[in-house]
Every structure is written in C-alpha cells, then in structure tokens.
C-alpha cells in the first residue's frame, strides 16, 4: 500500500531495496538521452550530414535550451496531477515511452544531408527534449517525496547514479560500435537511434512499475501561480547556490562528453576503438567508487564530499592538457580519475536537491517539488546543451573541417589543438570556480531538523501572503 509522505515507516526512513532498484531503473532514460546526443550528435551533424561546426553547434543547442522555459512549467503540471498512481508516475510511463519513440527519430534521416536533413534534426531534438522535461521532471522530484531522511536520500542517489553510470557505460561506449556495426555513416545512426531508444523504453516501464508500492507523498496547496512558484524557488539560497553550481558544472561535464569522438580520433589517433575505451575508463570506476563516495559523503557531509569530487574531476581535465605527449595508458588512466570525480559530482549535487526540496517544504508546508526540479533540469538541460555549443564553437574558430561522408576530414594543427583544448582547459575551467558558490549552501542534518534554524537560513522569504523575515515574526502583506 502506498504512505503519505511522513505517515509510513518507508517515509520517514529506510526505503524497501525494490523501491530503491526501481527508482535507479528511470537512470537507464536519464543516462542515455544525456549521453548519446551530447556525444554523438555534432559529430552526426559534421561528419555525416555536412553541416558546418559553428550551425551544427547552434542546432544541439537551442532544442535543448527550450527546456529552460518547458521544465518549470512540467514541475507546475506535475505537481497538481492528481491520479491513483500519484502525481508523478504517470509521466515515468507516458513521457518515458514518447522520449523513446522520439530519440531513434532523430536519427532517421529521411532527408538524407543538406539543410533540409539539419532542419529535421533540429524539429526532432526539439519534440524529443519536451518528451525529455516531462519524464525527468517528476522523476527528479520523486525523492523529496519518497523519503524524509537526509542520509537515505544519499542512499538513494547512490543506487540512481550508479545506475546512471551503468547506463553512460552502455549507451555512451556501445552507442559508436551500434554506428559502425550498421554500415556507418546514416544508416549506422538509424540502427544506433534504435537501440538507445530500447534503453529508454526499458528505463521508463522499469521506474514506473519499480516505484508502484513506494511513498507518493502528501498532496498538498502549492502556490497558485508560476510566477510564484519560481519567487519561492529563488528566496531559496541553498537551492540558488547549488543549482549554479550544478548548471555551469554540468557544462563542464558536457563539454568533454562532446569531445569524446573528436579527442579520440585527432589527438589519440584511434576512431574505431578510442571513443569505446574513453568510456569504458570514463564510467567504470566510476561503478566501483560508489560506495566510497557514500562513504566520504556521511563522513565529511556532502558540501564538502561535492567540493572534493569537484576538484578531483578539474584537476584530471586540466591535466589531459599534456594528452599528447603522454603515453596511451597514462591517458586512458587520467580518464579513469575524471570518472570517479564525476561520479562524486553526480552523486552528491543530486542528493543535496531533494534536502533542498525539504528545507523549502518544511518552512512553507507547501509540496513544490515539481516546480524545484522544473526549475534544476531545466538549469542542468541547459548545461549539457551548453556543452556541445561550447565544444562546437571551439571547433569553428579553430578551423575545423567538416565531411558529409560518414568519416572525418584531415584537420589542421591548429583544428586539433582546438580538439584538444576543448576536452581539457575549457571543462576544467567551467567545473573549479562554481565550487566557490557553495559557501552559501549551509543546509545540514541540524538544520533541516529545526525549522527555526531552517528559516534561518535564508533572508525573507514569501509563503503565501505571509512574508516571513529570519529576524522578525511573520507579517501580513496587503
């Protein structure tokens, strides 16, 4: 039977593993739509379809960037549902099932190349991004919802970002060898669109039947209008502090995802098997390190573990700068440290979301989880849209040559110098400096258990039509 949020056992403590394996399984849909298209699809636009580096950079960029304005308002949609499966798995199975059916068709090139092929990738990645905002949304949302407890909500976020690991593992590094299985080239994407696809499906159908006992949280007023929601969102300086954070990060994270194909085929001078392997040594520590990262998090907090997995992923991309007088092993290595800051990076902005999420119910006792979340994938479909802009942007200004015949085009020094930059210097630029910004991110165990030391915590903030000032006592406003 399902329990209102903080009326059941599971609530207000440990969650049942099923419901802990089954909130992982949305991952698989996560993993894979905000991994292939950031790897695969400027290469896909460049040396498939032809369409020159800067256009092609424009094209993955602004189909995402419409999330920015979709997201907030399916927080706001999802947050009112009202159904017998709880106000967000509906969207698990619908959304998750669309976004499945939308992603192989991105890749299905009736046009076959030229502007009227770019103009329908462009029109597709579109559709496929506001699928996308309607299954993350309420799926991010979910474990403000599932659980009270600060620690198992880092519990949570570990089984989901190991899972997400997994499904950047298999989507990422067997995505490419789907591309050269199918002949390359369109036909090689078609076969490759199929299979991510397939992953999606199977992560949507498994979160949605895996969290069919979990808690759906109680339902509660929210704000009457967006605009609102967002004030309400904004007042709330943890929230601000680690979703810019997160957002200029995920840029970071991006960028080197954009690069991956590039870097392996101009400074590694492997096409065929380097992008398989960057991923292999990318993720799979990444699956091993898991329950370190929890580990250090409940030792030193998760501010603290955020800022060290944070540097540990700066420091590896800085130090690929050298890649290419290092030896191939010593590369393949560093790649290896990246993927365990990342982890740690994912793992703990993650689960320091839903605490955000708790502080702003608990001072408010108005459930805006939706509109939170809205407000944080948007911010995150916004970074990983930013990367490939970035990476293709270097790209453009460092004279890359683009191809339409499936394989890239011998490449300039100062092509592949960009190439090389842009998976380095640019991403451990966009992680470090964000880590400054947590200093305003003070939300800990003691805090959350006291509501007055929690509305502390902000300046004035608005609930309602009570304004509520940290040193004064609520005041009507007019």
Known sequence: MKTPLGTGSSAAGSLPRPVHAGYALGS????????????????????????????????????????????PVAGRISDRTRSRWGARRPYL??????????????????????????????FAFLATATAFAFFQVPYVAMPAELTDDYTERTRLMTWRIAVLALAILVSGAVAPLVVSAGGDGVAGHRWMGLFVAALIALGAVGAFLGTRSAPTGTVSGSEPTLRAQLAVAAANRPFRALLICFVVQSAGVATILAGVNYFAGQILRDDESGPTLLFVCFVGPALLVMPIWSRVGARLGKRT???????????GALTLVAASVLPTVAVYLVVAVIGVGYAGQQVFALSMLPDCIAYDTRRTGRRQAGVFTGLWTAGETLGLALGPGIYGLVLQFSGYVSSDTGTAAAQ???????????????????IAPPILLLRQYTLTPAALADP???????????????????QEKGTTTP
């Open 452 to 470: 007055i030391r929690a509305d502390r915590v902000d300046h004035g903030v608005v609930v309602g039509t009570k304004a509520i000032d940290p």
């Open 28 to 71: 698989l849909a996560t993993g894979a739509f905000g991994t292939v298209p950031g790897l695969l699809l400027l290469p896909y636009l460049t040396d498939t379809l032809g369409v020159a580096a800067g256009l092609a950079a424009l094209l993955v960029l602004l189909p995402k960037a419409w999330d920015v304005l979709v997201n």
């Open 305 to 315: 573990a955020l800022v060290a997995a944070s540097l540990i992923l700066a420091v």
């Open 412 to 430: 300039s020094d100062g092509a592949r110098l960009g190439v090389l930059l842009g998976f380095t210097l640019i991403p451990a630029l966009l």
């Open 93 to 122: 199975l619908v959304a998750g099932l669309a976004l499945a059916v939308l992603f192989a068709s991105i890749f299905a090139a009736p046009f076959g190349n030229g502007p009227a092929a770019a103009a329908y990738v462009a």
